[in-house]
């Protein structure tokens, strides 16, 4: 239970802290905000991967869980059991954040929550880069964790670094998701668009962490 309690833990940090900052930042309105938030969301996972990492992984993503349980890393009923914790703990994240949100006129206008959205840029592009994103992202993170291959005490920073950058492509285009989790929880309390938009945000992250999967079995794997 301790590692189920863990993700719940590390995704409601990373949800509240990582939106939480794209919504201080007014995160799109110039370049220094998209920086600042992309920055908020790879320091956030950095943070958490040393924290929790010892007690279960600190996937605190479905699709990094995934493509774990596809890597065959995890077993069934972890991966469900870890991804039920993960949408509670971006519930909670998002709840708490939009508590100290909500009544803020200064943020009249924009989200409330971080919730993501394909915008003008339309769901077919949204999908196309919550697949690459993802698949890039989840990669890393299974190269890195790679028990003889990884990276050893460092893959948390790596894996940080890589969010960082992810963002600073993707939230242009979605917001950047690249983690059911953290969309579910604000498009709960955002509504609208923001949930007409979800689909995208489960759909294209667990395609791109399956395809991720696919490419480290056939690169990461011992030749005979």
């Keep these: 239970m301790k590692k189920y309690l863990a993700e719940m833990v590390g995704t409601m940090v990373l949800t509240l802290l990582g939106c939480g900052t794209a919504v201080s930042l007014n995160c799109g309105a110039d370049t220094a905000s998209v920086?600042?938030?992309?920055?908020?969301?790879?320091?956030?996972?950095?943070?958490?991967?040393?924290?929790?990492?010892?007690?279960?992984?600190?996937?605190?993503?479905?699709?990094?869980?995934?493509?774990?349980?596809?890597?065959?890393?995890?077993?069934?009923?972890?991966?469900?059991?870890?991804?039920?914790?993960?949408?509670?703990?971006?519930?909670?994240?998002?709840?708490?954040?939009?508590?100290?949100?909500?009544?803020?006129?200064?943020?009249?206008?924009?989200?409330?929550?971080?919730?993501?959205?394909?915008?003008?840029?339309?769901?077919?592009?949204?999908?196309?880069?919550?697949?690459v994103l993802t698949c890039i992202f989840v990669?890393?993170?299974?190269?890195?964790?790679?028990?003889?291959?990884?990276?050893?005490?460092?893959?948390?920073?790596?894996?940080?670094?890589?969010?960082?950058?992810?963002?600073?492509?993707g939230i242009h285009y979605t917001g950047t998701s690249v983690n059911p989790a953290r969309s579910v929880g604000p498009a709960i309390f955002e509504g609208g668009q923001a949930l007409t938009d979800l689909w995208v945000f489960i759909v294209g992250p667990f395609v791109g962490a399956a395809i991720a999967a696919g490419i480290w079995k056939i690169i990461g794997e011992e030749e005979a």
């Design 139 to 169: 990669l890393v993170v299974l190269g890195t964790t790679d028990a003889k291959k990884g990276a050893g005490n460092f893959a948390g920073l790596a894996i940080g670094l890589s969010l960082i950058l992810i963002h600073l492509v």
């Design 35 to 131: 920086v600042g938030t992309a920055m908020a969301f790879g320091l956030a996972v950095v943070a958490m991967a040393y924290t929790i990492g010892g007690v279960s992984g600190c996937h605190i993503n479905p699709a990094i869980t995934l493509g774990c349980l596809i890597s065959k890393r995890i077993s069934g009923k972890d991966a469900a059991m870890y991804m039920v914790f993960q949408v509670i703990g971006a519930i909670i994240g998002s709840a708490i954040l939009y508590v100290l949100t909500t009544n803020d006129m200064a943020q009249a206008g924009g989200t409330l929550t971080g919730a993501n959205s394909t915008g003008d840029h339309g769901v077919v592009v949204g999908l196309i880069a919550e697949i």
